[in-house]
Protein backbone atom coordinates (compact mmCIF):
# COMPACT_ATOMS: atom_id res chain seq x y z
CA UNK A 1 0.00 0.00 0.00
CA UNK A 2 1.39 2.88 -1.06
CA UNK A 3 2.25 5.29 2.30
CA UNK A 4 3.07 8.31 0.34
CA UNK A 5 0.89 9.76 -2.27
CA UNK A 6 0.97 12.53 -5.11
CA UNK A 7 -2.54 12.90 -6.10
CA UNK A 8 -1.77 14.89 -9.14
CA UNK A 9 0.04 13.50 -11.91
CA UNK A 10 0.51 16.51 -14.13
CA UNK A 11 0.50 20.43 -12.82
CA UNK A 12 0.98 23.35 -15.48
CA UNK A 13 1.54 27.04 -14.34
CA UNK A 14 2.63 30.10 -16.46
CA UNK A 15 6.01 31.83 -15.53
CA UNK A 16 6.47 34.38 -12.67
CA UNK A 17 3.42 32.48 -10.88
CA UNK A 18 3.66 30.15 -7.77
CA UNK A 19 3.59 26.40 -7.91
CA UNK A 20 2.17 24.42 -5.10
CA UNK A 21 2.57 20.33 -5.19
CA UNK A 22 1.04 18.32 -2.70
CA UNK A 23 1.59 15.22 -1.05
CA UNK A 24 -0.24 13.01 1.37
CA UNK A 25 1.12 10.29 3.91
CA UNK A 26 -0.52 7.71 6.20
CA UNK A 27 2.40 6.51 8.38
CA UNK A 28 2.39 9.06 11.83
CA UNK A 29 5.92 7.54 11.73
CA UNK A 30 7.39 9.50 9.17
CA UNK A 31 9.07 11.95 11.11
CA UNK A 32 11.56 13.86 8.11
CA UNK A 33 10.28 14.74 4.59
CA UNK A 34 11.95 15.74 1.62
CA UNK A 35 11.62 16.72 -2.50
CA UNK A 36 13.71 15.41 -5.42
CA UNK A 37 13.26 17.32 -8.17
CA UNK A 38 14.06 14.93 -11.42
CA UNK A 39 14.73 15.57 -15.14
CA UNK A 40 14.41 13.07 -17.89
CA UNK A 41 16.92 9.98 -18.58
CA UNK A 42 18.65 12.00 -14.83
CA UNK A 43 18.49 10.75 -11.60
CA UNK A 44 16.56 12.38 -8.92
CA UNK A 45 18.17 15.42 -7.26
CA UNK A 46 17.55 16.59 -3.59
CA UNK A 47 15.58 20.16 -3.58
CA UNK A 48 14.20 20.72 0.28
CA UNK A 49 13.64 18.82 3.39
CA UNK A 50 11.43 19.48 6.54
CA UNK A 51 11.94 18.05 9.87
CA UNK A 52 8.59 16.96 11.70
CA UNK A 53 9.33 19.61 14.36
CA UNK A 54 8.71 22.23 12.02
CA UNK A 55 5.79 23.50 10.04
CA UNK A 56 8.11 25.69 7.22
CA UNK A 57 11.24 25.69 5.69
CA UNK A 58 12.21 28.12 3.06
CA UNK A 59 15.10 28.00 0.62
CA UNK A 60 15.45 31.08 -1.95
CA UNK A 61 12.05 30.46 -4.30
CA UNK A 62 11.60 26.79 -2.77
CA UNK A 63 9.51 26.47 0.51
CA UNK A 64 8.03 23.47 2.21
CA UNK A 65 5.01 23.37 4.53
CA UNK A 66 4.13 20.36 6.60
CA UNK A 67 0.81 19.52 8.96
CA UNK A 68 1.18 16.86 10.28
CA UNK A 69 -1.94 16.71 12.12
CA UNK A 70 -3.26 16.64 7.95
CA UNK A 71 -0.76 14.16 7.41
CA UNK A 72 -0.17 16.42 4.32
CA UNK A 73 3.63 18.60 3.17
CA UNK A 74 3.43 21.19 0.16
CA UNK A 75 5.94 22.53 -2.00
CA UNK A 76 5.83 26.24 -3.23
CA UNK A 77 7.93 27.71 -5.79
CA UNK A 78 7.31 31.28 -6.96
CA UNK A 79 8.50 32.56 -9.06
CA UNK A 80 7.79 29.85 -11.23
CA UNK A 81 10.50 29.28 -14.11
CA UNK A 82 10.80 27.24 -17.34
CA UNK A 83 13.84 25.43 -15.80
CA UNK A 84 11.51 24.27 -13.52
CA UNK A 85 9.41 22.25 -15.58
CA UNK A 86 10.62 18.70 -14.23
CA UNK A 87 9.06 15.40 -12.33
CA UNK A 88 8.57 16.27 -8.52
CA UNK A 89 8.34 13.60 -6.00
CA UNK A 90 8.05 13.74 -2.56
CA UNK A 91 9.48 11.25 0.42
CA UNK A 92 9.23 10.77 3.75
CA UNK A 93 11.23 8.63 6.25
CA UNK A 94 11.39 7.48 10.24
CA UNK A 95 14.71 6.31 10.38
CA UNK A 96 17.11 7.63 8.14
CA UNK A 97 17.00 4.60 6.86
CA UNK A 98 14.80 4.14 4.23
CA UNK A 99 13.05 6.47 2.40
CA UNK A 100 9.24 6.23 0.74
CA UNK A 101 8.58 7.81 -2.21
CA UNK A 102 5.68 9.31 -3.89
CA UNK A 103 4.62 8.83 -7.56
CA UNK A 104 5.85 12.23 -8.59
CA UNK A 105 4.19 14.79 -10.17
CA UNK A 106 5.08 16.55 -13.48
CA UNK A 107 5.15 20.33 -13.24
CA UNK A 108 5.71 22.43 -17.20
CA UNK A 109 6.20 26.11 -16.51
CA UNK A 110 5.03 27.84 -19.20
CA UNK A 111 7.03 30.53 -20.34
CA UNK B 1 31.05 17.00 -4.04
CA UNK B 2 29.14 14.01 -3.67
CA UNK B 3 29.07 11.25 -5.85
CA UNK B 4 26.92 7.87 -6.76
CA UNK B 5 28.07 6.46 -10.11
CA UNK B 6 26.12 3.60 -11.67
CA UNK B 7 28.21 1.73 -14.17
CA UNK B 8 25.76 1.94 -17.28
CA UNK B 9 23.36 4.51 -18.61
CA UNK B 10 21.82 2.26 -20.94
CA UNK B 11 21.57 -1.17 -21.04
CA UNK B 12 19.96 -3.44 -23.71
CA UNK B 13 19.76 -7.68 -22.21
CA UNK B 14 18.04 -10.19 -23.75
CA UNK B 15 15.04 -12.18 -21.85
CA UNK B 16 16.79 -14.98 -19.76
CA UNK B 17 19.91 -13.00 -19.27
CA UNK B 18 21.44 -12.81 -15.87
CA UNK B 19 22.40 -8.99 -15.85
CA UNK B 20 24.11 -6.67 -13.14
CA UNK B 21 23.72 -3.38 -12.34
CA UNK B 22 26.52 -1.78 -10.55
CA UNK B 23 26.43 0.98 -8.41
CA UNK B 24 29.65 2.81 -6.28
CA UNK B 25 29.74 5.95 -3.76
CA UNK B 26 31.92 7.91 -2.84
CA UNK B 27 30.85 9.37 0.22
CA UNK B 28 31.59 6.73 3.10
CA UNK B 29 27.38 6.69 3.55
CA UNK B 30 26.34 3.07 5.18
CA UNK B 31 23.00 2.69 3.34
CA UNK B 32 22.75 1.55 -0.04
CA UNK B 33 19.75 1.78 -1.88
CA UNK B 34 17.82 0.14 -5.53
CA UNK B 35 14.83 1.96 -6.94
CA UNK B 36 13.11 0.97 -10.07
CA UNK B 37 11.10 4.07 -11.42
CA UNK B 38 8.14 3.51 -13.73
CA UNK B 39 5.59 5.87 -14.92
CA UNK B 40 2.53 6.36 -12.96
CA UNK B 41 4.67 4.17 -10.25
CA UNK B 42 7.20 6.48 -8.73
CA UNK B 43 10.45 4.85 -6.98
CA UNK B 44 9.78 1.88 -5.95
CA UNK B 45 12.23 -0.06 -3.39
CA UNK B 46 13.46 -3.06 -4.55
CA UNK B 47 16.34 -3.64 -2.02
CA UNK B 48 18.70 -1.74 0.31
CA UNK B 49 21.65 -2.31 2.20
CA UNK B 50 22.55 -0.52 5.75
CA UNK B 51 26.39 -2.33 6.31
CA UNK B 52 28.63 -4.45 4.32
CA UNK B 53 27.21 -7.92 3.58
CA UNK B 54 23.96 -6.58 5.29
CA UNK B 55 20.53 -6.57 2.52
CA UNK B 56 17.02 -5.88 3.26
CA UNK B 57 14.02 -6.76 0.77
CA UNK B 58 12.24 -3.72 -0.26
CA UNK B 59 8.42 -3.66 -1.72
CA UNK B 60 9.43 -5.53 -4.79
CA UNK B 61 12.43 -7.94 -4.79
CA UNK B 62 11.03 -10.97 -6.42
CA UNK B 63 13.18 -11.45 -10.07
CA UNK B 64 16.17 -9.13 -8.04
CA UNK B 65 19.22 -9.83 -5.37
CA UNK B 66 22.14 -7.68 -4.46
CA UNK B 67 25.42 -7.78 -2.98
CA UNK B 68 27.57 -5.54 -1.05
CA UNK B 69 30.80 -6.94 -0.43
CA UNK B 70 32.42 -3.37 0.22
CA UNK B 71 31.13 -0.31 1.87
CA UNK B 72 31.33 1.84 -1.46
CA UNK B 73 29.41 -1.15 -3.85
CA UNK B 74 26.04 -1.98 -3.92
CA UNK B 75 25.37 -4.63 -7.26
CA UNK B 76 21.82 -5.46 -7.92
CA UNK B 77 21.42 -8.41 -9.79
CA UNK B 78 18.50 -9.74 -12.09
CA UNK B 79 18.88 -13.95 -12.30
CA UNK B 80 16.76 -14.17 -15.20
CA UNK B 81 15.39 -10.94 -16.88
CA UNK B 82 12.17 -10.48 -17.87
CA UNK B 83 10.25 -8.04 -20.23
CA UNK B 84 8.82 -6.61 -17.27
CA UNK B 85 11.79 -5.90 -15.48
CA UNK B 86 12.60 -3.06 -18.26
CA UNK B 87 12.48 -0.09 -16.52
CA UNK B 88 15.26 3.14 -15.28
CA UNK B 89 17.08 2.07 -12.56
CA UNK B 90 18.23 4.26 -9.71
CA UNK B 91 20.56 3.64 -6.99
CA UNK B 92 21.15 5.83 -4.00
CA UNK B 93 23.04 6.11 -1.08
CA UNK B 94 22.02 7.91 2.63
CA UNK B 95 24.31 8.60 5.74
CA UNK B 96 22.94 6.11 8.41
CA UNK B 97 21.00 8.89 10.60
CA UNK B 98 18.16 11.20 11.14
CA UNK B 99 16.91 13.90 8.91
CA UNK B 100 19.78 12.79 6.48
CA UNK B 101 18.75 12.68 2.27
CA UNK B 102 19.70 10.02 -0.04
CA UNK B 103 21.69 10.73 -2.96
CA UNK B 104 20.97 9.41 -6.39
CA UNK B 105 22.78 8.26 -9.24
CA UNK B 106 22.40 8.63 -12.33
CA UNK B 107 20.02 6.14 -13.41
CA UNK B 108 20.32 2.98 -15.46
CA UNK B 109 17.75 2.82 -18.40
CA UNK B 110 17.54 -1.01 -18.95
CA UNK B 111 15.63 -2.57 -21.71
CA UNK B 112 14.88 -6.46 -22.37
CA UNK B 113 14.21 -7.59 -25.25
Known amino acids: DQQVKQNSPSLSVQEGRISILNCDYTNSMFDYFLWYKKYPAEGPTFLISISSIKDKNEDGRFTVFLNKSAKHLSLHIVPSQPGDSAVYFCAASSTGNQFYFGTGTSLTVIP | DVKVTQSSRYLVKRTGEKVFLECVQD?????MFWYRQDPGLGLRLIYF???????EKGDIPEGYSVSREKKERFSLILESASTNQTSMYLC????????????FGQGTRLTVV
Open chain 2, 27 to 31: MDHEN
Open chain 2, 92 to 103: ASSLSSEDTEAF
Open chain 2, 49 to 55: SYDVKMK
